[in-house]
């Protein structure tokens, strides 16, 4: 184990660890003691400790380091002076001082210089150190920077971690990295959101047994260049290089189908029954429609999970959107879809419409829509004949007006100030919620939808995009005949919803509507593309 007097406090951008430090001050510890150097065979007498280092020990030559060349020869290129020496020799603090200054930048301020014992005052290692004693990664103890002192494997890794920046996991995936170390005992408590913090990173690459850490092995020239170019890789300044053996890693739960029955109409007192298919062992949770949100699924088996709804008196929709979650190990993955289902006060009914979707959208929804510019993505590979007219008389569920409760309440329609049009192609409309101007709507700059020009059938992947202003709530549906499906911020103001065909969702020429949602107040915009669906059925 590696003393408490190796360990000092550090407080870092969310990151509370510990880092190494000689004396117990500042940010990183060394040895209390320096080795004690042997007295140098007769004959060798006036020589430095640096000559006589370049005689390695026959363990050091029994170390196969082999493996860390690739690694070293990368920062070679980056004109990181790793192959002057030998790859087995144990790092020093002043040499990775040295390639850190360089591969981070690291500039000092010649006003801010603090006195340096043990270097000599303006020579290179003398700035390097001040650069990184300036920004924090380091500190000196009595005024002495201790450039021959050794580090450990943790010690480098808290370092480096620093300079990067990197922030402590959250406490559930801490612990979930660490299991995956059988000597994770060894590592003191407070370095283990350092470990955790690499291990996500990709910093750590073990060698022979990837199962093994070794916090308190003291690191070698190669395996501190491996760090270092980890480093780099996550900073995306180097490419990746294949580690020797596969590494240890947490894998994201996957999600490989979603079920929801029965597959046409629930009545009130009845059950919507969603099965999940996916990786084992995973917490799951459901949301169905607007009505629930995160109930707890039951894993019946290996990889398969249960949820039960009971539909309620008003649980009046068609087409509801379902969604599951599966979280492991701290990470969580979660997957949507349309199921193919009347709740309530609905039935199927027959509909020779082709190109007008059913009027059953909510007496609230403004009459205005935005039109899209046509889809740049790529079109996935066509499935049908891009152009196929929808089949009549097919079955298609449409909401039946209710005459009693609630549902026959509905306000009248209020009248809606037409759009203004910013752009020929895109028209955002925010909805007069709260009597505000709907200029103070989130804008929506550009929508569409993938794979374009072509019809969908059961199982195919929709895609649907949409750019606008970051930070807002975002949703999809077709109108008329689906619920709103939630959509991701992939990136500041890019947005994406994905959804899986179901067996029995049929859609002759529908809508694509897109809303936008931010402090109350929402946008709209339709994609000017018709969607067609195809269900599996034989009208």
Avoid: C
Wanted: net charge neutral; hydrophobic share 35%; aromatic share 6%.
């Amino acid at each position: 184990m590696i003393s408490k007097a190796r360990w000092t406090r550090v407080e870092s951008k969310g990151l509370s660890a510990y880092l190494p430090t000689l004396l117990s001050l500042g940010l990183i510890i060394f040895p209390l003691t320096l080795p004690t150097q042997a007295q140098p065979p007769k004959g060798q007498a006036g020589k430095t400790s640096a000559q006589t280092e370049k005689t390695e020990t026959p363990e050091q030559q029994k170390l196969n380091l082999s493996w860390t060349k690739p690694y070293a020869e990368a920062l070679q290129k980056k004109n990181l002076a790793v192959l002057n020496d030998s790859l087995g020799k144990t790092l020093t603090r002043m040499e990775l001082t040295n390639w850190l200054t360089q591969a981070f930048d690291l500039k000092p301020v010649r006003a801010k210089a603090v006195p340096i014992k043990d270097l000599e005052k303006d020579s290179p290692d003398y700035w390097n150190a001040q650069a990184v004693v300036q920004s924090g990664l380091l500190t000196l103890t009595n005024g002495k920077f201790e450039p021959e002192a050794d580090l450990t494997r943790l010690e480098a890794l808290a370092l480096i971690s620093r300079a990067l920046k990197l922030e402590a996991p959250d406490p559930e995936i801490t612990d979930s990295w660490l299991k995956l170390y059988k000597d994770s005992r060894d590592i003191p408590k407070e370095g283990r959101d350092f470990v955790a913090a690499s291990a996500q990173a990709g910093l750590i690459v073990s060698y022979p047994n990837p199962d093994v850490f070794g916090p308190d092995d003291i690191l070698t020239r190669g395996e501190a260049a491996v760090i270092l170019h980890q480093a780099l890789v996550y900073k995306k300044e180097l490419p990746e290089i294949k580690p020797p053996i596969a590494q240890k890693k947490l894998d994201r739960p996957k999600i490989t189908a979603i079920k929801v029955s029965p597959e046409s109409t629930a009545l009130p007192g009845q059950q919507v029954v969603i099965t999940a298919e996916g990786s084992p062992q995973a917490k799951a949770t459901f949301s169905f429609a607007e009505f629930v949100s995160d109930q707890p699924m039951t894993e019946v088996s290996p990889g398969v999970y249960r949820g039960v709804y009971v539909v309620r008196q008003g649980d009046d929709i068609i087409n509801p959107s379902v969604e599951v979650s599966l979280a492991r190990s701290g990470i969580t993955t979660r997957a949507q879809r349309v199921a193919n289902l009347a709740l309530g006060d609905s039935e199927p009914i027959r509909s020779t419409q082709s190109s007008v979707p059913p009027q059953n959208a909510p007496d609230n929804e403004p009459e205005p829509y935005a039109s899209s510019q046509e889809p740049v993505y790529e079109p996935y590979p066509s499935q049908a004949p891009s152009a196929i007219p929808p089949r009549p008389s097919t079955t298609l569920p449409v909401k039946r007006p209710s005459n009693s409760g609630a549902a026959a309440q509905r306000p009248p329609k209020k009248s809606t100030p037409a759009p203004r049009n910013t752009d020929p192609d895109i028209a955002p409309y925010s909805s007069p919620a709260r009597g505000l101007p709907f200029e103070l709507g989130p804008r929506i700059a550009q929508v569409g939808f993938k794979p374009a020009g072509r019809v969908f059938f059961p199982g195919d992947l929709l895609e649907v995009i949409v750019q606008g202003d970051s930070g807002s709530q975002a949703n999809f549906k077709i109108v008329g005949f689906t619920a709103e499906v939630k959509m991701q911020e992939t990136a500041p103001g890019y947005y994406e919803g994905k959804v899986r065909i179901g067996d029995r969702l049929e859609v002759p020429q529908g809508t694509i509507q897109i809303s936008l949602e931010k402090n109350g107040i929402r946008s709209f915009a339709r994609i000017q593309e018709p969607i067609t669906i195809v269900s599996g059925r034989i009208p």
